[in-house]
């Protein structure tokens, strides 16, 4: 399983918001997939269980699973 680094204001009830560089390592580089398994941290010690929902212009959009 990948794992990101994220801001936590990158995170919203249910959701994290990938953008920039990452976004782009995850979907040109690492060429990951809707429904893949992604680990996410916040740099405050949490944790997310993720999967990736979606792409949009601009941004791939992941919802937590768990934390």
Request: proline share 1%.
């Amino acid at each position: 399983m990948h794992h990101f680094f994220v801001d936590p204001s990158s995170i919203e009830e249910g959701i994290v918001r990938i953008v920039g560089t990452d976004l782009n390592h995850m979907k040109n580089v690492l060429r990951m997939k809707t429904g893949e398994a992604v680990l996410i941290s916040d740099g405050t010690g949490k944790d997310y269980n993720c999967q990736i929902e979606s792409y949009a212009e601009g941004e791939g959009i992941l919802e937590i699973l768990s934390e």
